[in-house]
């Protein structure tokens, strides 16, 4: 079994949502009591927060790299990141580390197409909704025009 890399805390409450996610698939796939082998990093979402809201995009990708750096270090195989919103800036994460980040849009674009699925709808806060990075890669993946 692999071990999946979470960077969280962004907020705890996304961070739970995923936790649980991955351990119910497991439990699924696997049955009995397995559970995922996971190493969590937990950022404090506020001062992610207010720099979120100051668009200070490069001091952010900075924490989160070095959060990120941390989770790599200690083991995991790949790094998912328990929020939508910080998706933004999964390229300058994924340039600091060497496993890969398992990014949304491309997970989520992948299920819809295996499922047949061309229209979906999204929740995300404004500035989710702001970036093109959730919509764009979806219409890329799903061969979608703009």
Sequence with gaps: MKTIGMLGGMS???TLSYYRAVNEGVKQSL????SAKIILYSVDFVEIEELQHREDWEKTADILSGAARSVELAGADFLIICTNTMHIIAREIQEKISIPIVHIADATAHALQ???????GLLGTKLTWKSLFIKAGWKITLGLRS
Excluded: C, V, Y
Excluded at 31 to 34: A, E, I, R, S, T
Excluded at 114 to 120: A, E, K, L, S
């Design 12 to 14: 705890w409450e996304s």
């Design 31 to 34: 049955g009995g009591l397995h």
């Design 114 to 120: 295996q499922d047949g699925i061309r229209t979906t």
